[in-house]
T-cell receptor, first 110, second 115 residues
């Protein structure tokens, strides 16, 4: 079946270091969304990418959608303790559902 | 405006019982999706409803069912509960069908523990 793999599963970084999480889909996606879930909280929408090769920035966060629309990445520059949480990608293969990646749990050490 | 509201927030059930969870989407949203979140399996799609019709279903046994009412509120039911059904059940609403690439807004979830 359709799958979205996300790596790494866990990442511990020192505050100020950069962080990247990657998503790879087994099928071409119509669009991909990124979510952040704080410990004990619920997923919160960050951004949506639709076009092949699209790059979007939100302050220290940079999101990319691959040319083949099968992979995506989220890069955080100079992490802060407020970045702690689990980051999920969610791919839409064009059906009435999103397939969520397994998530990357980010821990930032002060 | 009010967000997605899920009730109850926490509940404990015994194996073999059944449970009904409720979700009120954001006002004006017609699409409601349900997800199961567990530490080992991440976010697993259960089903999506749009205008009272189930549009898609995930790979869950028939014990998991849902419905949507004319006011877009949704319920999901799990019958004959098993220990493995212990999870956070998240409801999400969006303005239209998710094929349109609409933003999904999640509720805070219902924590179900089966003992």
């Amino acid at each position: 079946g359709q799958q979205v793999m996300q790596i790494p599963q866990y990442q511990h970084v020192q505050e100020g270091e950069d962080f990247t999480t990657y998503c790879n889909s087994s099928t071409t996606l119509s669009n991909i969304q990124w979510y952040k879930q704080r410990p004990g909280g619920h997923p919160v929408f960050l951004i949506q990418l639709v076009k092949s090769g699209e790059v979007k920035k939100q302050k220290r966060l940079t999101f990319q959608f691959g040319e083949a629309k099968k992979n995506s990445s989220l890069h955080i520059t100079a992490t802060q303790t407020t970045d702690v949480g689990t980051y999920f990608c969610a791919g839409n293969p064009g059906t009435y559902k999103y397939i969520f990646g397994t998530g990357t749990r980010l821990k930032v050490l002060a | 405006k009010a967000g997605v509201t899920q009730t109850p927030r926490y509940l404990i059930k015994t194996r073999g019982q059944q449970v009904t969870l409720s979700c009120s989407p954001i006002s004006g949203h017609r699409s409601v999706s349900w997800y199961q979140q567990t530490p080992g399996q991440g976010l697993q799609f259960l089903f999506e409803y749009f205008s009272e019709t189930q549009r898609n279903k995930g790979n869950f046994p028939g014990r998991f069912s849902g419905r949507q009412f004319s006011n877009s509120r949704s319920e999901m039911n799990v019958s004959t509960l098993e220990l493995g059904d212990s999870a956070l059940y998240l409801c999400a609403s969006s303005l239209a069908s998710t094929t349109a690439g609409n933003t999904i807004y999640f509720g805070e979830g219902s924590w179900l523990t089966v003992v």
